[in-house]
Each structure stands twice: as structure tokens, then as C-alpha cells.
């Protein structure tokens, strides 16, 4: 229907309402003027109802109908100032042209986790999904919360954002074990990073992490303590025993390479400065951190060339091929100074001076964390840091 036949109709309506209630005001004049014998106030009342009725009817019925919708009004129109305007974010305006939907990002399932510390513009691969390698391996992430004498410990393991995501997805090479004297004078921690191209290496970071903690936990209730540890000795048993396991499941030894650092922390004196042997082998890495020094500081370890342009992966010594390369040191840790032993996944973050990785994180570790956050930064997201992180922290809570 047009708008003017609707425009029509109307007016018809309301012409015919308005005769009706005339006919009937007519009718009722005729009926209240005329005599009635019986019933007469009665039937003047009936009458006087009709026209009032009939009236309110015709009156109501003068209202024009709504007019039927035509089309929407446009958007960037100002509303009618009879009408509310309706609330949005944004100011609206002229209707755009669909667009083809954009592609997605290779492999970009969900967006970079914001419970993590980012450094930079990230790495792209902290936003891919995270995928299952195809053999039973350790778990993609671990993290131990204890007490030991003096010593508040926490320690965390995550598997890499270029481990997680690879096509097959490859385990975490690094492991972790922290172990205490059964007098718990002796704090002990032994963290290794399998090497990424041995195929088995996480079978032999595990194993060496484990030993390692075993071995020096039962020279140390043999009553040895820290001055009778013997660096090369304790490396070449954990050797033997890797590659014992590599016998046991028929490859080749090569194939479960690994680096270690251990460290041994004795109880603090009575002015609470404690003692710690550390151990190594490879590029894991030892620092401290003590009170009010803006970072961390780098004490145990094989450092890396970080003068030349490119910084190389390659490590001199690896277990079980040469542990006759092993070296160790000896640490003074102050009252509320911390211990980190480090796998190369954060010590090279930490020693690039280009960026400010450190820094966060001895504002962020300066004193013990819930572990849930410490795991957290142990997952953090910065460029070109792909491989695992481990970080076992022990923090000196020795007399000031």
C-alpha cells in the first residue's frame, strides 16, 4: 500500500466515526424529548450512556494510524528530538563496503599469553598452539615450591616456544632436581639442558639431573661436606650412568647429550653468610643477586662470546662424551642475597646488554615469589628467545 492510499483510508475512517456519532446523538435527542409511561428515567439514562460511548470512541478514533516502515533512517542522521539516541563505544558512520575476510596467521591460534612478562615485540611462535611429541616424554612444564634450612627455594622448568610449536613438536630438554642432606644442612640442585641436536637428549638430561642429586646427597650425609666435593669426579659417575642408560635403550650415546651445572648451598653461619660449590659443565650458568644491585650478576659457567655478531650455540664440553672438562666454584651469598642456576634458555637473556630482560628480573626476584608466578616469568616472551627456560632460585634468608 502506498503512503497516500494509507493517508485515504484514514481520513475515511474518521469521516464515517463522525456520522456514526452524530446518528446516535440524534437517536438519543429523540428519545429523551419523547414521553415514556413506563421506564422513562430508564431509558434516558440507556440513551445518555450510548452517546457518551459512542463519543469517546469516535474521539480516540481521530488518532492517525502509524505509518507503515519504509526504509531505516541513515545512521550518521541526528536523532529526532522526541527520540533517545541510542549509546555506543564508538561515534558511528557512513556504511563501509564489505571486505574479504583477512587471512590468518600461519599457525596463530590464540593471542600471546598476557600472564607472561613481554619484552619487546615478543616472539611470534609464544602465540602458536601448543602440540604433543610423538613419544612419551616428561611433562611440558614443572615447578617445585620448598623450604631448606635458611634457604626459600622455587624453581620452574617450561618447554620453548620453538620446541612446543615444531612440526613434530619436540620435548623439553631441560630438567630440573633439587635435593636436601637428611639433617638439611645441605641445600642441593642440579639443573641440565639437553643438547637439541641429540635426539634422546631430554632421556639424558634426566638422567643426569637426577644423579647428580643422588650422588651428591649421599657423599654429603658421608659427612664430606662442601671442601670435599670433587667436580670431575662426581661429573664422570653421572657419565657413566647416561651411558649406562643409553645402553639400556640401544642408541647410541651421543644421542642423549647434555650439559649440568650443580650447585651445593651449606646452612649460612651466624652472621648469615653461606657458602655454595658450584659445578659445570656446558652453558648453563650460575648468578647472584644480592641486595639493592639492580641486576643479576653473572658467577659460574662457560660464558658466552657475546663481543662477536653472531653468538654460538656450540659447547665445549657435554655429558657423557668429556667430563674430564668439568669445573667448579666457590660463592659467598650474603643475607638476602639470591642464588639462580640457569639454563642457557634465560642466562642469554639475562646477558644481553641490549635489552632490559635482567633487569625485570631482579626487581621481579628479589625476593621469594608464589610459584605459580614464578613459573610465569619463567614462560616469558622476547624476541629470538625460543629455546626451554629453567631457573631454580634459592634466596639466603640467613641473620642480616
Known amino acids: 500500500m502506498s503512503r497516500h492510499d494509507g493517508r485515504r483510508g484514514v481520513l475515511m475512517d474518521g469521516r464515517l466515526r463522525t456520522v456514526l456519532f452524530v446518528a446516535v446523538l440524534i437517536g438519543a435527542f429523540f428519545e429523551i424529548s419523547a414521553p415514556h409511561p413506563r421506564f422513562g428515567p430508564l431509558v434516558d439514562a440507556f440513551a445518555l ?4 460511548v459512542i463519543g469517546a470512541a469516535a474521539a480516540l478514533g481521530f488518532e ?5 516502515a519504509r526504509h531505516r533512517e541513515p545512521q550518521d542522521r541526528e ?3 522526541s527520540t533517545t539516541a541510542p549509546i555506543c563505544r564508538y561515534a558511528p558512520g557512513p556504511a563501509a563496503a564489505p571486505q574479504p575476510p583477512k587471512p590468518r596467521p600461519f599457525l596463530r591460534e590464540r593471542p600471546t599469553d598476557l600472564s607472561v612478562p613481554r619484552f619487546g615485540d615478543g616472539a611470534r611462535a609464544q602465540g602458536y598452539r601448543w602440540l604433543l611429541p610423538d613419544r612419551t616424554v616428561q611433562n611440558g612444564i614443572a615447578a617445585d615450591e620448598a623450604t631448606i634450612g635458611a634457604f626459600t627455594l622455587r624453581a620452574a622448568s617450561v618447554v620453548g616456544p620453538g620446541h612446543r610449536c615444531a612440526q613434530p613438536a619436540e ?3 631441560d630438567s630440573y632436581r633439587i635435593g636436601r642432606s637428611h639433617d638439611s644442612r645441605y641445600a642441593i640442585v642440579a639443573v641440565a639442558d639437553g643438547l637439541s641436536s641429540a635426539a634422546r637428549s631430554d632421556a639424558g638430561a634426566t638422567t643426569a639431573s637426577s644423579q647428580a642429586v643422588t650422588l651428591l646427597r649421599d657423599q654429603l650425609d658421608a659427612g664430606g661436606g662442601i ?8 661429573y664422570g659417575r653421572i657419565a657413566q650412568s647416561i651411558a649406562a642408560h643409553a645402553t639400556g635403550r640401544g642408541v647410541d650415546t651421543s644421542l642423549l647429550a647434555t650439559v649440568l651445572i650443580t650447585a651445593v648451598i651449606e646452612e649460612p653461619d651466624a652472621n648469615g653468610v653461606a657458602r655454595a660449590w658450584v659445578g659445570w659443565l656446558g652453558d648453563s650458568s650460575a648468578w647472584t643477586l644480592e641486595p639493592h644491585v639492580p641486576q643479576w650478576q653473572f658467577t659460574a659457567g662457560e660464558a658466552k662470546d657475546r663481543a662477536s655478531a653472531v653468538v654460538s650455540n656450540e659447547v665445549a664440553g657435554r655429558l657423557p662424551d668429556t667430563p674430564q672438562l668439568t669445573r667448579d666454584h666457590c660463592v659467598t651469598l650474603t643475607p638476602g ?16 646488554p641490549a635489552g632490559n630482560v635482567n633487569e625485570y628480573f631482579a626487581n621481579a626476584w628479589r625476593s621469594p615469589v608464589p610459584a605459580t608466578r614464578f613459573i610465569a616469568d619463567v614462560g616469558f616472551d622476547a624476541p629470538q628467545c625460543l629455546d626451554d627456560r629453567t631457573a631454580v ?6 641473620a642480616a
Not at 49 to 52: D, I, K, S, Y
Not at 227 to 234: F, H, P, R, T, Y
Not at 393 to 398: A, D, E, I, Q, Y
Request: hydrophobic content about 40%; glycine content about 14%; overall charge negative.
Open 227 to 234: 671442601d670435599g666435593l670433587d667436580a670431575k669426579e662426581l
Open 49 to 52: 450512556t450510548a452517546v457518551g
Open 393 to 398: 632460585v634459592l634466596w639466603n634468608g640467613g
Open 79 to 81: 536523532p529526532h528530538p
Open 171 to 173: 620435548p623439553r630438554q
Open 337 to 352: 642475597s639470591a642464588l639462580a642456576l640457569v639454563t642457557d634458555g634465560m642466562g642469554d637473556a639475562w646477558a644481553d
Open 64 to 68: 492517525p494510524a502509524p505509518t507503515p
